[in-house]
């Protein structure tokens, strides 16, 4: 058995690296880490799709933190709940899927996870399926372990409920629910925006002065499945199977996890931490993900995997340090001071791709990712003033010499048309090798390096024989 570390330092970094909130509060968990005592800990990853992706690498590297201090740790899959699937808050019921499907897409998790984690050797981790109790749970149970909540619990989660504004005329003083989504009633800025009242007709300005808005929570209109009410029995009941002392997620997870802390101290008079995560966000706390087409997956090539992050503004670089690294705080932090004393962020943040290509895929891949990049994009007649709005786009082959217009159309990430392509380079959006070009009839003689097509800021793609 692993040797239980104590050291306050090291656990004192433990729970607050990357930590948004622990439950009941950091101060006894702390206390008991301090003890020596063993703890056993899970996190669970529901297979929604076929690979893990930067955001889940986050949970995961804080898994293995524990794991580094002596702890016993559970990569629990979810092949039970993924089938229920988590509540969404977009105005939908989540499709649900089969047994099949959750398997095919969790084949690799463990490898995935693997880059983070320890699955063997001493104190290795844990793989567990939440099948293997929730599978066996009668009609009977279920009844029973859903009697420690209520449907008014439920129904409080965040994804049922949605924010409305309720606008008073300044006119007629009448009141109505308005789609406007403010978050701060006290930093209300919508100068320039009008709104027609719903009773009088008149047009008033959206103005903090003008109008009277207060915020109302209302139940999502759209019918929310009773399987969807459940889930969060599903998951807590997690935490009664494996008998565990501390469950780490994503802060969107929090009621989730706090269900499991009810459960487990109402079936095993136990209790249960909770430590959330931060989320993975920029500085101005746009998240990085699928929908905002920057979400790394850990199955992606080296290359791409490289080229995505370079992608991301620079505001994500010490986040991600902080969140999906092993790197010392302390150096973490001397990189926040670097770039606030204005330096240029471009080799942060390849030091910051580099050590997450090499955390996933190996030293070797890491520098063969860093090579590629630099030989695309660091030449020296290239414009890269703009190089963290660059996307790898890949590679196009065509004939050796072709007609400018021609070489555009055959990616559709350079122009969908001959009539787009022509536009473009009226509005000297196209460059070739950094030169602007402008004339329809240019031709181009492609060599083995190849030519740099740019269109725009954030669109470069290597032409090559």
Known sequence: MAKIQIDEKKIEEVLSRGVEKIYPNKETLKKQLMSGKRIRLYCGFDPSALSLHIGNAVLINKLSQFQELGHEVIFLIGDFTGMIGDPTDKETTRKKMTRKQVLMNAKDYKKQASAYLRFSGNNAAKVMYNSKWSDKMSFKDLIEVSSNFTVQQMIQRDMFKRNLTVVKCR?????????????????????????NCPNCGKMTSLNKEDIILKKVEQIRETPIGFHELLYPVAQGYDSVAMDVDLEVGGNDQMFNMLAGRILQKAINNKEKFVLTMKLLADDKGKKMGKSEGNAVFLNEEPNNMYGIIMSWSDGFIIPAFELATKLPMKEVGEMRKQL?????????????????VRICHGEKAAEGAENDFVGKFQRKDLDISAYEDIRISGNVEINKKTNIVNILITDKRLAVSKGEARR???????????????????????????????????????IKI
């Open 424 to 462: 473009l380079m009226g509005q000297g959006a196209i460059k070739v090798n950094g030169e602007v070009v402008k004339d329809i009839n240019t031709t181009f003689e492609i060599t083995e390096k190849g030519l740099m097509i740019q269109r725009g800021k954030k669109v470069f793609i290597r």
């Open 171 to 195: 006119h007629c003083n009448f009141e109505w629910k308005s789609p406007i989504q403010l978050n701060n009633l006290d930093t209300v800025t919508l100068e320039g925006n009008k709104i």
């Open 340 to 356: 606030d004393s204005g330096v240029n962020p471009r080799n942060l943040k390849m030091k910051l791709a580099y050590e997450i």
